[in-house]
């Protein structure tokens, strides 16, 4: 039969980090973190834990050995509560079991019950440690998971990237958004969600989702369309996916003849995008050469001169 359930030993001083006694948040935090990831494998781990950050056993031979003991018992307690605590902020739920009544904060040992929960989730912490000196038939204390709480997948396709992040936070999700071209739904809202929303997943769970980019950009290149008349340079420019405008009859001296188109906006070989507008005008032709009224007048007025 295929084994999946590990025994992890944790001293209390490992809880304490450098701090040595009590609790330090971030290391405790950080353990939590692991467990959660081995969890997630679908290991069930048994945490063995110690009470070292805030008793070493008796200091001194007139202390009664059980009673010291009993000390002990209550700070490996005191580090079940704490342990479990940053374990339901990863997701984690978890019972804490004793030999002792402590109020609502526990309940009695039972081991029927125990191996049940375990098999039912996936871990267990322990008090006292593993190696601790009890007497026979101390009652060991067990804090044991139920499994991750289920949290459900709200719908996301739809919403905008910030709105889809506010309901993933909500439900004690994470997101991992990618980015894909859509023709279809508007640049910064939610194409697709790789988790169907309403299914229940474990709390901390990733869902990934899309966001929309809009339309891809189509380039083309814009051709040449000097010296072609009106309604050869506008199918022309239309076939290339851009939008022709008309801008009148041009007035400067070119090389071109009467209704060829003298001027494009934008250069021929450009790349612009699809649907982009190229304005164009047409030559006039070219223009009669103006009478020289100066000569005409000297001619006749030598003539006359002459005829007097």
Partial sequence: MEMNRVLLKLSGE???????????????????????????????????????????????????RVKADSIGMLATVMNCIYTADAFRVFGIK???????????????FNRDKAVKYMEQGEVVSVSPSEGAEVKEG?????????????????????????????????????????????????????????????????????????????????????????SFDKNAAEKKLKEAGLV?????????????????VSYQSISAGTQVEKGTTVQYKVSKGSQPSAPDSGNSGNDSGTEENTNQ
């Fill in 94 to 108: 978890s019972h804490i079991m004793t030999p002792f009544a402590c109020g609502t904060m526990t309940e009695l």
């Fill in 138 to 226: 101390t009652t060991v204390t067990l804090v044991i998971s139920k499994g991750n709480q289920p949290a459900t997948v709200p719908k996301l396709t739809g919403k905008s990237q910030s709105d889809a992040e506010a309901a993933l936070s909500q439900a004690g999700l994470s997101g991992n958004a990618t980015e894909d071209y859509s023709d279809t739904v508007e640049e910064g809202v939610i194409i697709s969600q790789d988790t169907d929303a309403g299914k229940e997943v474990s709390k901390g769970t990733t869902i990934g989702y899309v966001v929309s980019k809009g339309p891809k950009m189509t380039v083309v290149t814009v051709p040449s369309i000097l």
């Fill in 244 to 260: 022709p405008e008309y801008l009148g009859e041009d007035d400067s001296v070119n090389e071109y003849g009467q209704g060829q």
């Fill in 14 to 64: 490992a809880l304490a980090g450098e701090k040595k006694q009590g609790f330090d948040e971030k290391t405790v935090y950080d353990v939590a973190g692991q467990v959660k990831k081995i969890l997630d494998k679908g290991i069930q781990l048994c945490v063995v834990i110690g009470g070292g950050n805030f008793w070493r056993g008796r200091t001194s031979e007139n202390m009664d």
